[in-house]
């Protein structure tokens, strides 16, 4: 249109900030192509040495602001607003603004967060209990800072990695302890927030591309990296496949040299779309598993370290806190400390470690007002759960409880040699069996189930699923992918899952019939001192002639002069729902 109207001839001339967005059919139209080169870092360091008091908020401007004038227009903000902190110039430097009104999102909002060196201070040698983890995360960290010398060798740098494991297993820990050895910036992002708009993906890879060399974290990322089947459950939304094809696209257009980083976690990597994991993105995987025995003794030494301590039996704290997460034995650790407190006790001993374990396992004591039909009803199930871990004998007995709480009304602790890899079909049947030992035992002693097994229930579900699905135990042999099994086949396991729950069931009600005077007995035992070791409970059975052949084959004689005479009243008394 100009050149129409233009009297003279007239050059056409484009200035863009990214000719990357220029498209090919235009710039074939180009004569020439200049580039104007950003100003130097060490030149823009000065500038910002001379305007900014902090030599950290001056370094951190350096490498964030491309041009003097942006450098002395930020200064110019910062006076007016009195903001002299990093954090808040780093929203107003990288000139997130605008990105963020067209994503529809305010500067409070913001998404991200930048850590820096300063005041990043955990190192490897905080991540406890985990040595192959540490090995893994110093290879990353070597290939990232020196990338040159692992490129003469043939490899390719990784540009990301990929943190799976449960909740509180220190993934996150992991991430701000590779930047510190780094030292490098974090810039921590919310998967949950950026999966709100495609924009936002720009805007926290733009702000790692500004703070780089630096680290972005990504926590949750399956919020934006699952798949559509996963994350709907049928057809894909348009907007979430779009959300993961920028996020794709975003991973891809670093180049080895871009000193950036890219660290993903989630507690659900099955649900991650395979382009996310694949070798150039977040190929680099890290399992974090739930810590052993001997990683367990290590986390309850090294969060106990500043604590006044006597005479902590550290390896049978760190046995009964099977299945206890790094986060959990921190907690657990901080509550042992008030446990002492409030015992008025001059330091801390295995008895408050150990009463932390519950706390953080089973809930607080004393939190709930039971009647004695309740009680005995505890002492009933936890007397099925009890008698079926001891006649199995495949995980050690370490206490029983009817003493009630916020989360529940009784437990029984038990766990299996952890030195022992790997399970047997006959171990995981066992286990299913225990976990309808409860409610069996009270259909058998009270007549009918009370509310609260809940817990059970989930687990007898997770064991059976692990059989039949994942591991092929029953026809389906190879196993099922449950999304893309035909219906037919589930069904077939379906079938086999509840056939097999009912045997087990139907296992236990036997050798409960034959057995509910011995039942009786222990539930009356649990009730007149609520609660009772592992060694405690196999002594009370060897003093009354209890063997474990015995109980598989009970004489036609029951055991019955040995049971409290109160029972019969306690069991029209335990009608009472609860959850325990």
Request: hydrophobic share 40%; with cysteine.
């Amino acid at each position: 249109l100009i050149k129409e109207q233009a009297e003279v001839p007239t050059t056409e001339v484009w200035v863009v900030s990214d000719l990357k967005k220029v498209p090919a059919e235009a710039m074939s139209a180009f004569d020439l192509v200049v580039t104007i080169p950003q100003m130097p870092l060490d030149q823009r360091l000065r500038l910002s040495q001379q305007l900014f008091e902090d030599p950290y908020v001056a370094e951190q401007v350096a490498k964030t602001c491309v041009t003097p004038n942006e450098i002395q227009r930020l200064h110019q903000w910062s006076q007016i607003s009195g903001q002299t902190q990093w954090k808040e110039l780093s929203i107003k430097a990288s000139g997130l603004q605008q990105a963020l009104v067209k994503a529809g999102t305010s500067t409070q909002e913001l998404p991200l967060t930048v850590v820096s060196p300063n005041e990043n201070t955990a190192g490897f040698e905080n991540v406890v209990g985990c040595d192959g983890i540490v090995q893994q995360a110093r290879a990353a960290i070597s290939c990232f800072r020196n990338p040159e010398k692992f490129k003469k060798l043939g490899g390719k740098v990784p540009k990301g990695l990929l943190l799976t494991g449960a909740p509180g297993t220190g993934k996150t820990h992991l991430a701000r302890a590779m930047a510190h050895e780094a030292g490098v910036p974090l810039v921590c992002a919310s998967s949950s927030a950026l999966a709100r708009n495609p924009e936002l993906i720009g805007v926290a890879f733009e702000e790692a591309k500004r703070q780089a060399p630096c680290i972005l974290f990504l926590d949750e990322v399956d919020a934006i990296g699952a798949t559509a089947e996963q994350r709907n459950g049928a057809s894909a939304d348009p907007q979430r496949q779009a959300i993961l094809n920028r996020f794709l696209v975003e991973l891809s257009g670093f180049d080895d040299l871009s000193q950036v980083l890219v660290i993903g976690a989630t507690h659900r990597p099955h649900v991650l779309d395979d382009a996310l994991k694949r070798s150039g993105r977040l190929g680099w995987n890290i399992d974090f598993e739930q810590p052993r025995r001997d990683a367990r003794e290590q986390l309850w030494r090294h969060y106990g370290q500043e604590m006044e301590t006597s005479n902590i039996d550290w390896p049978r704290v760190a046995r009964i806190s099977v299945g206890m997460s790094p986060a959990d034995i921190a907690e657990a650790v901080n509550r042992s400390a008030l446990n002492a407190a409030m015992d008025n006790a001059d330091c801390v001993e295995t008895k408050h470690l150990i009463r932390a374990v519950d706390q953080v396992a089973w809930g607080i004591e004393g939190t709930r007002n039971c009647t004695d039909a309740q009680i005995y009803n505890t002492a009933v199930h936890e007397a099925g759960h009890a008698l079926l871990v001891w006649a199995h004998n495949i995980t050690v007995m370490d206490q029983i409880s009817v003493k009630p709480s916020n989360g529940h009304l009784g437990f029984v602790r038990h766990f299996r040699d952890e030195d022992t890899i790997g399970t047997t079909h006959t171990e995981m049947s066992h286990r299913v069996e225990i976990a309808f030992g409860g409610l069996v035992a009270e259909e058998v002693v009270l007549g009918q189930r009370s509310a609260g097994a809940v817990a059970d229930l989930k687990q007898i579900r997770r064991t059976i699923t692990q059989m039949f699905r994942e591991e092929g135990m029953g026809s389906a042999v190879m196993g099922a992918d449950w999304i893309t099994t035909s219906p037919d086949t589930q069904k077939m396991i379906e079938d086999e899952e509840l056939a097999f729950a009912k045997e087990r069931k139907e296992n236990v009600t036997k050798l409960f019939k034959n057995n509910k005077a011995l039942i009786k007995m222990v539930a009356n035992q649990l009730v007149a001192h609520r609660e009772m070791s592992g060694e405690e409970f196999e002594a009370f059975l060897a003093e009354k002639g209890i063997t474990r052949a015995a109980f598989a084959n009970p004489p036609a004689v029951a055991v019955a002069n040995d049971v409290d005479a109160t029972a019969n009243s306690e069991e029209q008394k335990a009608k009472v729902s609860h959850k325990r």
